[in-house]
């Protein structure tokens, strides 16, 4: 299993949701250039941290942004079909999102991909309140 992160630019963080969508599409389309499987059509399990109305598999309505994100014309909206629209904007890879989940379920089945045996994932993260 390989990995790579990406920083968010704070003017993305606060930009429109387009921005932060296609900042996303963009960091896929590298890193799967860099791995040189551009050229395949790959599944996605898409880890989306902040509350969403999940209204099946590749639905994920977002409800309010958390951690200092503020992207406009997102909340209300399905995450999954603007990073899809992202995506084709961009035309130079084939991924199809075949999920959303959240942190929690994404810790669980990244674990449980390496060691059969995991049966539980767990986030602790730090709140702050302002």
């Known amino acids: 299993m390989k990995s790579k992160i990406f920083a968010i ?3 993305i963080m ?34 989306f941290s902040f509350p969403l109305f999940q209204k ?3 639905v994920g309505i977002l409800e309010r942004w958390t951690k200092g994100f503020n992207c406009s014309n997102v909340v209300g909206n399905d995450v999954v079909q603007m990073l899809n629209e992202a995506i084709d904007r961009r035309g ?20 449980a991909w390496k060691n059969h045996n995991t049966r539980i ?3 602790v993260g730090r709140f702050s309140f302002i």
């Open 14 to 47: 606060l930009g429109s949701g387009e921005q932060l969508f296609d900042h996303i599409a963009e960091c896929l389309a590298i890193f799967v250039k860099e791995e040189q499987v551009h050229d395949q059509k790959l599944p996605l399990g898409f880890t």
């Open 56 to 58: 099946g598999l590749t």
């Open 121 to 123: 994932g767990l986030i």
């Open 92 to 111: 130079d890879v084939q991924i199809e999102v075949c999920a959303i989940l959240n942190d929690t379920t994404g810790t669980l089945m990244s674990c």
């Open 9 to 11: 630019p704070q003017h």
